[in-house]
Protein backbone atom coordinates (compact mmCIF):
# COMPACT_ATOMS: atom_id res chain seq x y z
CA UNK A 1 0.00 0.00 0.00
CA UNK A 2 1.49 3.25 -0.95
CA UNK A 3 1.56 6.43 2.41
CA UNK A 4 -0.54 8.93 1.84
CA UNK A 5 1.22 12.09 0.28
CA UNK A 6 1.04 15.31 2.33
CA UNK A 7 0.33 17.58 -0.59
CA UNK A 8 2.26 20.80 0.43
CA UNK A 9 2.29 22.60 -2.83
CA UNK A 10 -1.39 21.61 -3.63
CA UNK A 11 -2.49 23.20 -0.39
CA UNK A 12 -0.56 25.97 -0.51
CA UNK A 13 -2.05 26.56 -4.01
CA UNK A 14 -5.63 26.01 -2.89
CA UNK A 15 -5.03 28.11 0.02
CA UNK A 16 -3.86 30.82 -2.08
CA UNK A 17 -7.26 30.68 -4.50
CA UNK A 18 -9.39 31.39 -0.60
CA UNK A 19 -6.51 34.12 0.22
CA UNK A 20 -6.80 36.05 -2.95
CA UNK A 21 -10.95 35.82 -2.46
CA UNK A 22 -10.53 36.87 1.67
CA UNK A 23 -7.66 40.31 0.14
CA UNK A 24 -10.33 40.78 -2.67
CA UNK A 25 -13.29 41.27 -0.34
CA UNK A 26 -11.39 43.04 2.21
CA UNK A 27 -10.15 45.33 -0.83
CA UNK A 28 -13.98 45.92 -1.46
CA UNK A 29 -15.46 46.58 1.63
CA UNK A 30 -12.60 49.18 2.81
CA UNK A 31 -12.38 51.15 -0.23
CA UNK A 32 -9.27 49.60 -1.44
CA UNK A 33 -6.96 48.84 0.87
CA UNK A 34 -4.75 45.72 1.22
CA UNK A 35 -2.87 44.04 3.82
CA UNK A 36 0.47 45.03 3.32
CA UNK A 37 3.50 43.07 4.45
CA UNK A 38 6.91 44.61 5.40
CA UNK A 39 10.13 42.53 4.32
CA UNK A 40 13.21 43.41 5.83
CA UNK A 41 16.71 42.45 3.68
CA UNK A 42 19.90 43.28 5.42
CA UNK A 43 22.86 42.50 3.51
CA UNK A 44 23.40 40.85 -0.21
CA UNK A 45 23.62 37.38 0.52
CA UNK A 46 21.75 36.10 -2.60
CA UNK A 47 20.12 33.28 -0.64
CA UNK A 48 18.38 35.97 1.39
CA UNK A 49 17.28 37.91 -1.29
CA UNK A 50 15.72 34.93 -3.40
CA UNK A 51 13.47 33.56 -0.09
CA UNK A 52 12.49 37.39 0.45
CA UNK A 53 11.38 37.54 -3.72
CA UNK A 54 9.61 34.27 -3.13
CA UNK A 55 7.83 35.91 -0.19
CA UNK A 56 6.85 39.27 -1.94
CA UNK A 57 5.86 36.76 -5.00
CA UNK A 58 3.54 35.23 -3.29
CA UNK A 59 2.25 38.26 -1.36
CA UNK A 60 0.92 39.91 -5.15
CA UNK A 61 -0.30 36.47 -6.14
CA UNK A 62 -2.99 36.69 -3.63
CA UNK A 63 -3.44 40.49 -4.05
CA UNK A 64 -1.47 41.94 -1.21
CA UNK A 65 1.13 44.19 -1.61
CA UNK A 66 4.67 44.03 0.00
CA UNK A 67 6.67 46.51 0.89
CA UNK A 68 10.49 46.22 0.24
CA UNK A 69 12.75 47.46 2.91
CA UNK A 70 16.22 46.60 1.79
CA UNK A 71 19.71 48.15 4.64
CA UNK A 72 23.25 47.91 3.85
CA UNK A 73 25.65 44.96 5.19
CA UNK A 74 26.94 47.38 7.52
CA UNK A 75 23.33 48.26 9.06
CA UNK A 76 24.10 48.58 13.47
CA UNK A 77 21.99 46.55 15.83
CA UNK A 78 20.10 50.20 16.45
CA UNK A 79 19.59 51.41 12.69
CA UNK A 80 17.47 47.93 12.42
CA UNK A 81 15.53 48.81 15.70
CA UNK A 82 14.64 52.01 14.27
CA UNK A 83 13.34 50.18 11.13
CA UNK A 84 11.47 48.06 13.38
CA UNK A 85 9.86 50.64 15.05
CA UNK A 86 8.83 52.60 12.43
CA UNK A 87 7.29 49.69 10.80
CA UNK A 88 5.47 48.77 14.01
CA UNK A 89 3.90 52.24 14.50
CA UNK A 90 2.98 52.07 10.67
CA UNK A 91 -0.51 51.94 10.18
CA UNK A 92 -0.66 50.74 6.76
CA UNK A 93 1.61 47.62 7.94
CA UNK A 94 0.24 44.54 9.02
CA UNK A 95 2.67 42.30 9.15
CA UNK A 96 6.93 42.43 9.36
CA UNK A 97 9.26 39.79 8.11
CA UNK A 98 12.79 40.24 9.27
CA UNK A 99 14.68 37.48 6.87
CA UNK A 100 17.04 35.55 8.42
CA UNK A 101 20.10 35.76 9.18
CA UNK A 102 21.17 39.24 9.39
CA UNK A 103 25.17 40.02 9.26
CA UNK A 104 26.67 39.01 12.30
CA UNK A 105 27.42 42.40 14.13
CA UNK A 106 23.48 42.92 14.89
CA UNK A 107 21.63 41.54 17.29
CA UNK A 108 19.37 39.53 15.73
CA UNK A 109 17.34 38.23 18.88
CA UNK A 110 16.45 41.96 19.97
CA UNK A 111 15.87 42.76 16.42
CA UNK A 112 12.95 39.96 16.24
CA UNK A 113 12.00 40.52 19.97
CA UNK A 114 11.44 44.01 18.64
CA UNK A 115 8.66 43.46 16.60
CA UNK A 116 4.97 44.40 17.68
CA UNK A 117 2.99 41.34 18.64
CA UNK A 118 0.44 41.86 16.19
CA UNK A 119 2.64 42.35 13.38
CA UNK A 120 4.76 38.95 13.80
CA UNK A 121 3.64 36.87 11.47
CA UNK A 122 6.46 35.04 10.83
CA UNK A 123 5.76 33.99 14.62
CA UNK A 124 9.69 34.95 15.50
CA UNK A 125 9.07 36.91 18.72
CA UNK A 126 10.04 35.33 22.44
CA UNK A 127 6.95 36.94 23.14
CA UNK A 128 4.92 34.70 20.43
CA UNK A 129 6.55 31.43 21.35
CA UNK A 130 5.49 31.79 25.00
CA UNK A 131 2.03 33.07 24.28
CA UNK A 132 1.67 30.40 21.62
CA UNK A 133 3.21 27.82 24.08
CA UNK A 134 0.58 28.60 27.27
CA UNK A 135 -2.56 28.74 24.69
CA UNK A 136 -2.85 32.30 24.26
CA UNK A 137 -3.50 34.39 21.04
CA UNK A 138 -0.40 34.33 18.61
CA UNK A 139 0.81 33.52 15.33
CA UNK A 140 2.55 30.68 14.83
CA UNK A 141 6.25 30.48 13.49
CA UNK A 142 5.94 30.15 9.94
CA UNK A 143 7.37 26.89 9.06
CA UNK A 144 5.53 24.59 12.22
CA UNK A 145 2.65 26.19 11.89
CA UNK A 146 2.71 25.44 8.02
CA UNK A 147 3.20 21.41 9.20
CA UNK A 148 0.49 21.66 11.66
CA UNK A 149 -1.88 22.97 9.03
CA UNK A 150 -0.83 20.56 6.64
CA UNK A 151 -1.48 17.96 9.09
CA UNK A 152 -4.89 19.28 10.07
CA UNK A 153 -5.67 19.13 5.94
CA UNK A 154 -5.44 15.69 5.85
CA UNK A 155 -7.16 15.08 9.18
CA UNK A 156 -4.00 13.85 10.98
CA UNK A 157 -5.11 12.90 14.06
CA UNK A 158 -2.67 13.99 16.75
CA UNK A 159 -4.42 13.57 20.44
CA UNK A 160 -2.40 10.71 22.33
CA UNK A 161 -0.19 10.05 19.43
CA UNK A 162 3.85 10.07 20.34
CA UNK A 163 5.36 12.76 18.45
CA UNK A 164 9.15 12.85 18.65
CA UNK A 165 10.55 16.35 17.14
CA UNK A 166 14.23 15.69 16.30
CA UNK A 167 15.68 19.50 16.45
CA UNK A 168 15.02 22.03 18.75
CA UNK A 169 15.45 25.49 16.93
CA UNK A 170 14.02 28.58 17.69
CA UNK A 171 11.90 28.78 14.54
CA UNK A 172 11.38 24.83 14.43
CA UNK A 173 11.82 22.44 16.64
CA UNK A 174 11.04 24.01 20.02
CA UNK A 175 7.37 25.59 18.47
CA UNK A 176 6.68 22.73 16.57
CA UNK A 177 7.10 20.82 20.17
CA UNK A 178 4.95 23.21 22.03
CA UNK A 179 2.38 22.92 19.08
CA UNK A 180 2.30 19.38 19.29
CA UNK A 181 1.53 19.31 22.95
CA UNK A 182 -1.48 21.58 22.30
CA UNK A 183 -2.82 19.43 19.90
CA UNK A 184 -2.80 16.92 22.83
CA UNK A 185 0.33 14.99 21.22
CA UNK A 186 2.90 13.15 23.50
CA UNK A 187 5.70 14.83 23.03
CA UNK A 188 9.48 13.86 22.84
CA UNK A 189 11.89 16.30 21.67
CA UNK A 190 15.44 14.78 20.51
CA UNK A 191 18.98 16.66 19.52
CA UNK A 192 22.74 16.57 18.91
CA UNK A 193 22.87 15.36 22.70
CA UNK A 194 20.49 12.64 22.72
CA UNK A 195 21.28 9.25 22.93
CA UNK A 196 20.01 5.94 21.26
CA UNK A 197 17.87 8.34 18.50
CA UNK A 198 17.25 5.41 16.71
CA UNK A 199 15.32 4.09 19.90
CA UNK A 200 13.53 7.16 20.26
CA UNK A 201 12.14 7.44 17.03
CA UNK A 202 11.18 4.21 16.57
CA UNK A 203 8.76 4.60 18.84
CA UNK A 204 7.16 7.51 17.11
CA UNK A 205 3.51 7.85 15.46
CA UNK A 206 4.99 10.71 14.20
CA UNK A 207 8.17 12.10 12.87
CA UNK A 208 9.45 15.47 12.83
CA UNK A 209 12.74 15.55 11.23
CA UNK A 210 14.29 19.14 11.76
CA UNK A 211 18.01 19.04 11.92
CA UNK A 212 19.41 20.70 8.94
CA UNK A 213 21.65 17.66 8.05
CA UNK A 214 20.42 15.59 4.51
CA UNK A 215 19.05 12.27 4.92
CA UNK A 216 20.37 12.09 8.69
CA UNK A 217 17.44 10.53 9.79
CA UNK A 218 16.94 6.63 8.14
CA UNK A 219 14.11 4.85 6.93
CA UNK A 220 14.76 1.84 8.99
CA UNK A 221 14.52 3.87 11.85
CA UNK A 222 10.67 4.34 11.66
CA UNK A 223 8.11 1.88 12.45
CA UNK A 224 5.28 1.07 9.90
CA UNK A 225 2.33 3.09 9.74
CA UNK A 226 4.19 6.47 11.10
CA UNK A 227 3.30 9.71 9.50
CA UNK A 228 6.71 11.03 8.64
CA UNK A 229 7.30 15.21 8.43
CA UNK A 230 9.82 16.16 6.72
CA UNK A 231 11.12 19.93 7.18
CA UNK A 232 14.69 19.55 5.79
CA UNK A 233 15.80 21.17 1.86
CA UNK A 234 19.25 20.22 0.73
CA UNK A 235 20.83 19.88 -2.41
CA UNK A 236 19.68 17.28 -4.83
CA UNK A 237 16.15 17.55 -3.21
CA UNK A 238 16.88 15.47 -0.05
CA UNK A 239 15.48 16.63 3.02
CA UNK A 240 16.80 15.44 6.53
CA UNK A 241 14.97 11.66 6.71
CA UNK A 242 15.37 8.76 3.92
CA UNK A 243 12.25 9.38 2.83
CA UNK A 244 12.44 6.82 0.01
CA UNK A 245 12.11 3.47 1.75
CA UNK A 246 9.03 4.92 3.50
CA UNK A 247 6.84 5.87 0.69
CA UNK A 248 5.58 1.97 0.77
CA UNK A 249 5.19 1.58 4.23
CA UNK A 250 4.65 5.33 5.88
CA UNK A 251 0.99 6.02 6.84
CA UNK A 252 1.50 9.29 5.49
CA UNK A 253 4.51 11.91 4.28
CA UNK A 254 5.72 15.01 3.02
CA UNK A 255 7.39 14.96 -0.05
CA UNK A 256 10.58 16.85 -0.58
CA UNK A 257 10.36 18.89 -2.54
CA UNK A 258 6.57 19.76 -2.23
CA UNK A 259 5.74 18.86 1.27
CA UNK A 260 6.79 21.47 4.11
CA UNK A 261 8.27 23.50 2.05
CA UNK A 262 5.54 25.54 -0.11
CA UNK A 263 3.75 25.88 3.83
CA UNK A 264 6.33 28.04 4.92
CA UNK A 265 5.43 31.15 2.60
CA UNK A 266 2.01 30.33 2.50
CA UNK A 267 1.79 30.28 6.37
CA UNK A 268 3.30 34.15 6.14
CA UNK A 269 0.69 35.10 3.82
CA UNK A 270 -1.85 32.97 5.51
CA UNK A 271 -1.33 34.99 8.87
CA UNK A 272 -0.88 38.36 7.44
CA UNK A 273 -4.52 38.54 5.56
CA UNK A 274 -5.35 37.45 9.03
CA UNK A 275 -3.70 40.55 10.25
CA UNK A 276 -4.35 42.94 7.52
CA UNK A 277 -8.38 41.50 8.10
CA UNK A 278 -8.34 42.36 11.83
CA UNK A 279 -7.05 45.94 11.54
CA UNK A 280 -8.43 47.08 8.10
CA UNK A 281 -11.94 44.84 8.51
CA UNK B 1 21.66 0.55 48.68
CA UNK B 2 19.62 3.62 49.88
CA UNK B 3 18.75 6.20 47.20
CA UNK B 4 20.20 10.05 47.27
CA UNK B 5 17.87 12.36 49.16
CA UNK B 6 17.57 15.42 47.46
CA UNK B 7 16.92 17.43 50.03
CA UNK B 8 15.54 20.57 49.22
CA UNK B 9 14.76 21.89 52.94
CA UNK B 10 18.64 21.91 53.56
CA UNK B 11 19.56 23.53 50.69
CA UNK B 12 16.95 26.11 51.26
CA UNK B 13 18.52 27.00 54.36
CA UNK B 14 22.07 26.89 52.84
CA UNK B 15 20.62 29.71 50.59
CA UNK B 16 18.37 31.64 52.95
CA UNK B 17 22.21 31.75 54.50
CA UNK B 18 23.86 33.19 51.61
CA UNK B 19 21.65 35.47 50.19
CA UNK B 20 21.03 37.10 54.15
CA UNK B 21 25.30 37.56 53.67
CA UNK B 22 24.37 39.39 49.97
CA UNK B 23 21.15 41.26 51.58
CA UNK B 24 23.51 42.35 54.25
CA UNK B 25 26.42 43.30 51.77
CA UNK B 26 23.79 45.16 49.58
CA UNK B 27 22.86 47.54 52.83
CA UNK B 28 25.78 47.98 53.40
CA UNK B 29 27.10 49.37 50.05
CA UNK B 30 23.77 51.47 49.35
CA UNK B 31 23.58 53.14 52.57
CA UNK B 32 20.35 50.65 53.84
CA UNK B 33 18.52 49.79 50.56
CA UNK B 34 17.13 46.32 50.65
CA UNK B 35 15.47 44.31 48.25
CA UNK B 36 12.25 44.34 48.24
CA UNK B 37 9.48 41.78 46.56
CA UNK B 38 6.00 43.26 46.49
CA UNK B 39 3.75 40.61 46.97
CA UNK B 40 -0.44 40.73 45.64
CA UNK B 41 -3.10 39.31 47.58
CA UNK B 42 -6.79 39.31 45.93
CA UNK B 43 -9.34 38.02 47.91
CA UNK B 44 -9.52 35.71 51.02
CA UNK B 45 -9.18 32.52 50.24
CA UNK B 46 -7.29 30.95 53.35
CA UNK B 47 -4.73 28.82 51.87
CA UNK B 48 -3.63 31.95 49.36
CA UNK B 49 -2.99 34.40 52.76
CA UNK B 50 -1.05 31.27 53.85
CA UNK B 51 0.96 31.36 50.98
CA UNK B 52 1.75 34.65 50.92
CA UNK B 53 2.18 34.79 54.48
CA UNK B 54 5.08 32.72 54.40
CA UNK B 55 6.97 34.10 51.26
CA UNK B 56 6.49 37.64 53.22
CA UNK B 57 8.24 35.48 56.15
CA UNK B 58 10.96 34.12 54.10
CA UNK B 59 11.83 37.67 52.64
CA UNK B 60 12.33 38.90 56.35
CA UNK B 61 14.44 35.97 57.62
CA UNK B 62 17.23 36.88 54.54
CA UNK B 63 17.11 40.76 55.83
CA UNK B 64 14.82 41.96 52.35
CA UNK B 65 11.25 43.55 52.66
CA UNK B 66 8.07 42.49 51.56
CA UNK B 67 5.77 45.02 50.40
CA UNK B 68 2.06 43.31 51.28
CA UNK B 69 -0.88 44.39 48.74
CA UNK B 70 -4.06 42.99 49.80
CA UNK B 71 -7.27 43.40 47.26
CA UNK B 72 -10.90 42.54 47.79
CA UNK B 73 -11.86 39.91 46.38
CA UNK B 74 -14.52 42.28 44.56
CA UNK B 75 -11.35 43.67 42.80
CA UNK B 76 -11.65 43.73 38.60
CA UNK B 77 -9.32 43.37 35.72
CA UNK B 78 -8.51 46.75 35.36
CA UNK B 79 -7.83 47.35 39.35
CA UNK B 80 -5.30 45.18 39.34
CA UNK B 81 -3.83 45.77 36.05
CA UNK B 82 -3.53 49.43 37.62
CA UNK B 83 -2.04 47.97 40.69
CA UNK B 84 0.65 45.88 39.22
CA UNK B 85 1.58 49.02 36.43
CA UNK B 86 2.03 51.40 39.79
CA UNK B 87 4.32 48.75 41.09
CA UNK B 88 5.90 47.92 38.12
CA UNK B 89 6.59 51.82 38.11
CA UNK B 90 8.12 52.00 41.88
CA UNK B 91 11.55 51.79 41.49
CA UNK B 92 12.27 50.69 45.33
CA UNK B 93 10.25 47.24 44.21
CA UNK B 94 12.56 44.63 42.78
CA UNK B 95 10.23 41.90 42.48
CA UNK B 96 6.47 41.30 42.23
CA UNK B 97 4.59 38.30 43.17
CA UNK B 98 0.68 37.96 41.95
CA UNK B 99 -0.40 34.98 44.32
CA UNK B 100 -2.03 32.24 42.60
CA UNK B 101 -5.47 31.67 41.60
CA UNK B 102 -7.15 35.33 41.77
CA UNK B 103 -11.16 35.20 42.03
CA UNK B 104 -12.88 34.42 38.78
CA UNK B 105 -13.71 37.22 37.43
CA UNK B 106 -10.31 38.72 36.96
CA UNK B 107 -8.06 37.67 33.89
CA UNK B 108 -5.12 36.27 35.50
CA UNK B 109 -3.04 35.70 32.29
CA UNK B 110 -3.27 39.18 31.57
CA UNK B 111 -2.22 40.09 35.04
CA UNK B 112 0.54 37.80 35.10
CA UNK B 113 1.77 38.90 31.78
CA UNK B 114 1.60 43.04 32.89
CA UNK B 115 4.34 42.27 35.46
CA UNK B 116 7.74 43.91 33.87
CA UNK B 117 10.50 41.00 32.71
CA UNK B 118 12.91 42.76 35.17
CA UNK B 119 10.39 42.39 38.02
CA UNK B 120 8.89 39.14 36.93
CA UNK B 121 11.02 37.22 39.92
CA UNK B 122 8.40 34.33 40.33
CA UNK B 123 8.74 33.84 36.54
CA UNK B 124 5.03 33.67 35.32
CA UNK B 125 4.83 35.76 32.50
CA UNK B 126 4.94 34.75 28.89
CA UNK B 127 7.76 36.64 27.55
CA UNK B 128 9.48 35.34 30.55
CA UNK B 129 8.71 31.96 29.67
CA UNK B 130 9.35 32.35 25.51
CA UNK B 131 12.77 34.00 26.83
CA UNK B 132 13.90 31.04 29.33
CA UNK B 133 13.09 28.35 26.52
CA UNK B 134 14.91 30.33 23.77
CA UNK B 135 18.17 30.66 26.16
CA UNK B 136 17.77 34.30 26.72
CA UNK B 137 17.99 36.22 29.79
CA UNK B 138 14.72 35.51 32.22
CA UNK B 139 14.08 34.59 35.52
CA UNK B 140 12.94 31.14 36.05
CA UNK B 141 9.51 29.83 36.87
CA UNK B 142 10.12 29.21 40.69
CA UNK B 143 9.24 25.23 41.06
CA UNK B 144 10.85 24.36 38.27
CA UNK B 145 13.71 26.84 38.51
CA UNK B 146 14.13 25.60 42.17
CA UNK B 147 13.92 21.64 41.00
CA UNK B 148 16.50 22.69 38.24
CA UNK B 149 18.53 24.55 41.52
CA UNK B 150 17.97 21.28 43.68
CA UNK B 151 19.98 18.88 40.60
CA UNK B 152 22.64 20.81 40.30
CA UNK B 153 23.45 21.63 43.82
CA UNK B 154 23.63 17.09 43.78
CA UNK B 155 25.63 17.20 40.28
CA UNK B 156 22.65 15.26 39.06
CA UNK B 157 23.70 14.84 35.65
CA UNK B 158 21.27 16.00 32.25
CA UNK B 159 22.92 15.96 29.62
CA UNK B 160 22.00 13.18 27.17
CA UNK B 161 19.61 11.75 30.00
CA UNK B 162 16.10 11.04 29.18
CA UNK B 163 13.95 13.12 31.24
CA UNK B 164 9.93 12.37 31.57
CA UNK B 165 7.72 15.29 32.56
CA UNK B 166 4.69 14.46 33.78
CA UNK B 167 2.40 17.17 33.45
CA UNK B 168 1.96 20.42 31.37
CA UNK B 169 1.01 22.68 33.09
CA UNK B 170 1.89 26.63 32.62
CA UNK B 171 3.94 27.32 35.71
CA UNK B 172 5.17 23.48 36.12
CA UNK B 173 5.20 20.84 33.57
CA UNK B 174 5.99 23.55 30.38
CA UNK B 175 8.75 25.32 31.70
CA UNK B 176 10.41 22.15 33.30
CA UNK B 177 10.09 20.72 30.06
CA UNK B 178 12.30 23.74 28.67
CA UNK B 179 14.46 23.78 31.62
CA UNK B 180 15.62 20.06 30.81
CA UNK B 181 15.85 20.73 27.58
CA UNK B 182 18.23 23.79 27.89
CA UNK B 183 20.11 21.28 29.97
CA UNK B 184 20.49 19.20 27.14
CA UNK B 185 18.45 16.44 28.65
CA UNK B 186 16.60 14.59 25.52
CA UNK B 187 12.79 15.29 27.17
CA UNK B 188 9.29 13.41 26.84
CA UNK B 189 6.31 15.37 27.88
CA UNK B 190 3.42 13.12 29.07
CA UNK B 191 -0.25 14.31 30.14
CA UNK B 192 -3.70 13.52 30.93
CA UNK B 193 -4.34 12.42 26.91
CA UNK B 194 -0.65 10.43 26.96
CA UNK B 195 -1.36 6.46 26.18
CA UNK B 196 0.89 4.00 27.90
CA UNK B 197 1.54 6.17 30.45
CA UNK B 198 3.13 3.51 31.98
CA UNK B 199 5.46 2.32 29.24
CA UNK B 200 6.88 6.10 28.39
CA UNK B 201 7.56 6.88 32.44
CA UNK B 202 9.65 3.27 32.14
CA UNK B 203 12.05 4.27 29.95
CA UNK B 204 12.69 7.91 32.24
CA UNK B 205 16.18 8.21 33.28
CA UNK B 206 15.09 11.19 35.30
CA UNK B 207 10.78 11.36 36.33
CA UNK B 208 9.20 14.31 37.07
CA UNK B 209 5.36 13.88 38.48
CA UNK B 210 3.81 17.40 38.35
CA UNK B 211 0.11 15.75 37.72
CA UNK B 212 -1.62 17.35 40.88
CA UNK B 213 -3.09 14.02 42.22
CA UNK B 214 -1.88 12.08 45.05
CA UNK B 215 0.31 8.59 44.65
CA UNK B 216 -0.81 8.96 40.68
CA UNK B 217 2.58 7.73 39.33
CA UNK B 218 2.80 4.10 40.93
CA UNK B 219 6.96 3.17 41.77
CA UNK B 220 6.58 0.18 39.79
CA UNK B 221 6.61 2.50 36.69
CA UNK B 222 10.25 3.69 37.71
CA UNK B 223 13.28 1.88 36.12
CA UNK B 224 15.74 1.26 39.63
CA UNK B 225 18.35 3.91 39.32
CA UNK B 226 16.38 6.76 38.11
CA UNK B 227 16.07 9.99 39.01
CA UNK B 228 12.47 11.17 41.63
CA UNK B 229 11.32 14.37 41.19
CA UNK B 230 8.32 14.77 42.98
CA UNK B 231 6.29 17.61 42.47
CA UNK B 232 3.17 16.90 44.37
CA UNK B 233 2.29 17.98 47.78
CA UNK B 234 -1.00 16.44 49.29
CA UNK B 235 -2.78 16.15 52.72
CA UNK B 236 -1.43 13.38 54.07
CA UNK B 237 2.34 14.23 53.23
CA UNK B 238 2.03 12.86 49.82
CA UNK B 239 3.24 13.61 46.61
CA UNK B 240 2.49 12.95 43.01
CA UNK B 241 4.47 9.78 43.10
CA UNK B 242 4.42 6.69 45.02
CA UNK B 243 7.65 7.34 46.70
CA UNK B 244 8.05 4.62 49.57
CA UNK B 245 9.32 1.95 47.45
CA UNK B 246 11.42 4.02 45.27
CA UNK B 247 13.68 4.90 48.47
CA UNK B 248 15.70 2.03 47.78
CA UNK B 249 15.99 1.29 44.04
CA UNK B 250 16.10 4.95 42.91
CA UNK B 251 19.32 6.78 42.24
CA UNK B 252 17.75 10.08 43.68
CA UNK B 253 14.97 11.58 45.05
CA UNK B 254 12.93 14.75 46.55
CA UNK B 255 11.17 13.25 49.86
CA UNK B 256 7.86 14.51 50.22
CA UNK B 257 7.40 17.08 52.41
CA UNK B 258 11.19 18.55 52.55
CA UNK B 259 12.07 18.45 48.43
CA UNK B 260 10.41 20.37 45.84
CA UNK B 261 8.42 22.37 48.37
CA UNK B 262 10.86 24.51 49.85
CA UNK B 263 12.62 24.91 46.73
CA UNK B 264 9.91 27.17 45.38
CA UNK B 265 10.12 29.91 47.89
CA UNK B 266 13.56 29.52 48.14
CA UNK B 267 13.68 30.47 44.36
CA UNK B 268 11.43 33.39 44.27
CA UNK B 269 13.65 35.06 47.39
CA UNK B 270 16.80 34.18 45.37
CA UNK B 271 15.43 35.63 42.28
CA UNK B 272 14.56 38.93 43.99
CA UNK B 273 17.85 39.02 45.84
CA UNK B 274 19.39 38.87 42.23
CA UNK B 275 16.72 41.70 41.11
CA UNK B 276 17.67 43.60 43.80
CA UNK B 277 21.30 43.38 43.70
CA UNK B 278 20.99 44.74 39.75
CA UNK B 279 19.11 47.44 40.67
CA UNK B 280 20.55 48.78 43.63
CA UNK B 281 23.86 47.53 43.20
Known amino acids: MSALVLDGKALAQK ?12 KAKSGGQTPILATILVGDDPAS ?10 CRRIGMDSLQVELPSSTTTEQLLAKIEELNANPNVHGILLQHPVPEQIDERACFDAIALTKDVDGVTCLGFGRMAMGEEAYGCATPKGIMRLLEAYNIELEGKHAVV ?8 KPMAAMLLNANATVTICHSRTKNLADHIRQADIVVGAVGRPEFIKAD ?3 DGAVVVDAGY ?7 IELEPLTERAAAYTPVPGGVGPMTINTLIYQSVDSGEKKIG
Open 221 to 223: WIK
Open 234 to 240: HPGGVGD
Open 166 to 173: VGRSPILG
Open 15 to 26: TEEELSARVADL
Open 49 to 58: ATYVKMKGNA
